[in-house]
Antibody
């Protein structure tokens, strides 16, 4: 059974940093691209970042480019999102999601339950 | 980056057929995927590619595409289909490794 378990969310002040983690199990992690998708309270889904199987291809939404960094450790079956210079508008539930493909295809086959990030003073 | 446009809300009578649409330039190059999200739950993939359903998705869900518009059709809508539906695709603009979501459509089953 595929499982994606996010962690690392919490309350953080504007301008500070936070690192999210996603522990994957139930599939061969390094055979698939992975993504972070967020959802602000009461709002729609927003793609944040995606990374190919070997970290060779990485993409970011314009809203986070230059502030967020996605990475993965295939030996640990883990996905990460380093979030710097956080803003109030980054407040959201952050989902980890598994792609259909080895590259960043954008078809998100499995999703975790999310970790909540709240940016507030 | 590209944009995908969805109607904010759609309603359908129980047992009837409903089509939810998604428009955007990226759909001329890439297929859309469709996700169902119920309150308090993570999204679930219901349609991907030309018209593919993941295991466990009822066959009343189907997808199609023409030009810059992708459609999700539910034939014989059930009460449990009431949810938010999102489309997404690869971004065909300058963000070469990007992905874009539509704003979502709230489906009400009457």
């Amino acid at each position: 059974e595929v499982q994606l378990v996010e962690s690392g969310g919490g309350l953080v002040q504007p301008g500070r940093s936070l690192r999210l983690s996603c522990a994957a199990s139930g599939f061969t992690f390094d055979d698939y691209a992975m993504h972070w998708v967020r959802q602000a309270p009461g709002k729609g889904l927003e793609w944040v970042s995606g990374i190919s199987w070997n970290s060779g291809s990485i993409g970011y939404a314009d809203s986070v480019k230059g502030r967020f960094t996605i990475s993965r450790d295939n030996a640990k079956n883990s996905l990460y999102l380093q979030m710097n210079s956080l803003r109030a508008e980054d407040t959201a539930l952050y989902y980890c999601a598994k792609d259909y493909d080895i590259a960043v295809a954008g078809t998100l086959v499995y999703w975790g339950q999310g970790t909540l990030v709240t940016v507030s003073s | 980056s590209s944009e995908l446009t969805q109607d904010p809300a759609v309603s359908v009578a129980l047992g009837q057929t409903v089509r939810i649409t998604c428009q955007g330039d990226s759909l001329r190059s890439y297929y859309a995927s469709w996700y169902q999200q119920k309150p308090g739950q993570a999204p679930v993939l219901v349609i991907y590619g030309k018209n593919n359903r993941p295991s466990g998705i009822p066959d009343r869900f189907s997808g199609s595409s023409s030009g810059n518009t992708a459609s999700l059709t539910i034939t014989g809508a059930q009460a449990e289909d009431e949810a938010d539906y999102y489309c997404n695709s690869r971004d065909s603009s300058g963000n070469h490794q990007g992905v874009v979501f539509g704003g979502g459509t709230k489906l009400t089953v009457l």
